[in-house]
């Protein structure tokens, strides 16, 4: 069975949006700098050990808590007006972080693609 988007409003917006990632990506942009060899796996290393700690607001967090907001006023039975879906071009490993984060501000976010580097173009359309 299809989920019916048909009359929800869906969001993506990437995980930097939705949280502040500039200390992450700084560290990402130093292992680079010293060894563009071995940056992603340190990279994915340093975000699986941080995987519990908690993240800033980014800049589109205000929007999204908003416009999730909105969901109150649908009915329980129906699919909700807005739907958020979280894209990065993370690894599924270093997504973990951004996940943890988003069930600890119990925010209703469920989908999501991490894609390991690649575009997140090519997961629009399942996604919408």
């Known amino acids: 069975m ?3 988007l048909s009359n929800t409003l869906v969001i993506g917006i990437s995980a930097t949006a939705l949280f ?19 940056a992603i796996v340190e990279y994915r290393k340093y975000m699986l050990e941080r995987e519990d700690e908690p993240l ?21 039975d129906e699919a909700p ?8 071009r993370n690894s599924p490993e270093t997504g973990i972080r951004v996940l943890q984060n988003i069930r600890n501000k119990q925010l209703k976010i469920s ?3 991490f894609t390991g580097g690649e575009s997140v173009v090519d997961y629009l359309d399942a996604l919408m």
């Open 2 to 4: 299809s989920f019916n």
């Open 20 to 38: 502040d990632l500039k200390e992450a990506d700084q560290v990402f942009r130093e292992k680079y700098a010293e060894d563009k060899d071995t």
């Open 81 to 88: 007006l807005v739907e958020v879906v979280v894209m990065s």
């Open 111 to 113: 989908r999501h693609a």
């Open 56 to 76: 800033e607001d980014g800049t589109g967090m205000p929007l999204v808590k908003a416009l999730l907001e909105l969901n109150k006023y649908q009915p329980k």
